[in-house]
């Protein structure tokens, strides 16, 4: 059976069809009974509208904003190349994207990026660090008519529209039972190192961890370690760490090439080792045999997900709830796809 039509909309409502069309596109200048007429219609047809169309016929342009986090590190450099791919393809859609880079972590950056009175967007897509004065932005930007969506990592749920990214507490409990395997009921010192806890899904991902090694007594979590996602803190925090017969290593965050030269020159056996992300420096770790596993949020789905939801909320759509849409990827050194893939953040 074929779609219904706008013009069988129009029959059906006994109204010409730049009525219906008036109607069905909040045009206006409609008498009421002749609007309760089409959207009887509507309902009794089972119309739904071609946003598409409408849109391409109102030359509708969609003007989105992602701000990101910059810095030295592979998955920053993968989102905003994954925004910029995103802003070609989308280019027959109508949607403009801009861009604002704010040093990661970095919580009194981002809310003055968020209070600006520049931003004249439709919708926002964040990755959000959390504060008081960056809930206070998110929650100022919704009174302006502004949607903000957090990506990656959330914040201020209470403010937000959505959150688009992986089950962080999941995949923390994904890195402790790794690391439980890999122990085989053996005592063992695990050391977790972090980018802060300002980050909801760095603390998320400790939770998980956590709740997961609590299940086996002989495994002990040591207190976790801020590196702000830096190389060169990590390198200095993890080795003076490394005083202690530490077996296990979940990196929650960034600054992983700090790590990498501090397992390089680790006499005898190296603690077993899981990080984030699929970057060259966590290839080039599990080809050399330094890393054991890595967990992969498949960031330019998160990209291109965030686009559709902030699409949605711009045409009064409903919307799924996306965070439970992207599931990790856990790589071995036995399941890596060929570098430059999409799988790969080259």
Not at 80 to 106: F, G, K, M, N, Y
Not at 107 to 129: N, P, R, S, Y
Not at 317 to 326: E, G, V
Request: charged fraction near 25%; glycine fraction near 8%; charge should be negative.
């Amino acid at each position: 059976m074929n779609k219904p039509t706008l013009q069988d909309v129009a029959r059906a409502a006994g109204v010409s069809y730049a009525t219906a069309d008036r109607v069905v596109n909040a045009r206006g200048g409609v008498a009421e009974k002749s609007i309760l007429r089409v959207q009887q219609a509507i309902e009794d047809l089972g119309y739904e509208r071609d946003l598409h169309a409408a849109n391409l016929s109102r030359k509708r342009v969609y003007r989105f904003c992602f701000v990101l986090p910059k810095g030295d590190h592979s998955f920053f450099r993968a989102l905003r190349t994954a925004v910029d791919l995103q802003q070609t393809l989308r280019r027959a859609d109508r949607v403009i994207i801009s861009v604002v880079e704010v040093p990661a972590l970095d919580t009194e950056a981002l809310a003055e990026a968020l209070e600006t009175d520049d931003q004249t967007c439709d919708c926002m897509a964040v990755v959000a660090a959390e504060s008081p004065r960056v809930a206070a932005a998110i929650a100022a930007l919704r009174e302006r008519g502004i949607a903000v969506v957090t990506l990656v990592g959330d914040a201020a749920p209470e403010g937000r529209a959505a959150y688009v990214g992986i089950d962080n507490v999941m995949a923390g409990a994904t890195a402790g039972r790794l690391q439980r395997i890999a122990h085989l009921n053996r005592p063992g010192l695990i050391l977790p190192v972090l980018g802060s806890l300002n980050a909801r899904d760095h603390r998320e991902r400790l939770e998980g961890l956590l709740r997961v090694l609590a299940e086996e007594p002989v495994l002990q979590a040591l207190p976790a370690i801020q590196v702000h996602d830096r190389p060169d803190i990590m390198r200095e925090r993890v080795s003076a760490a490394m005083q202690s017969p530490i077996s296990g290593i979940y990196s929650i965050g960034a600054g992983n090439r700090g790590l990498i030269e501090v397992l390089e020159g680790l006499p005898g056996l190296r603690p077993f080792v899981v990080m984030h992300e699929l970057t060259p420096t966590s290839r080039g770790g599990l080809m050399r045999g330094l890393v054991d596993a890595v967990i992969d949020q498949k960031p330019a789905q998160e990209v291109a997900l965030a686009i559709d939801v902030m699409k949605a909320i711009a045409d009064g759509r409903d919307w799924r709830d996306p965070a439970r849409d992207i599931t990790p990827t856990i790589y071995l050194k036995d399941n890596l796809p060929e570098p430059g893939s999409q799988g790969d953040l080259m």
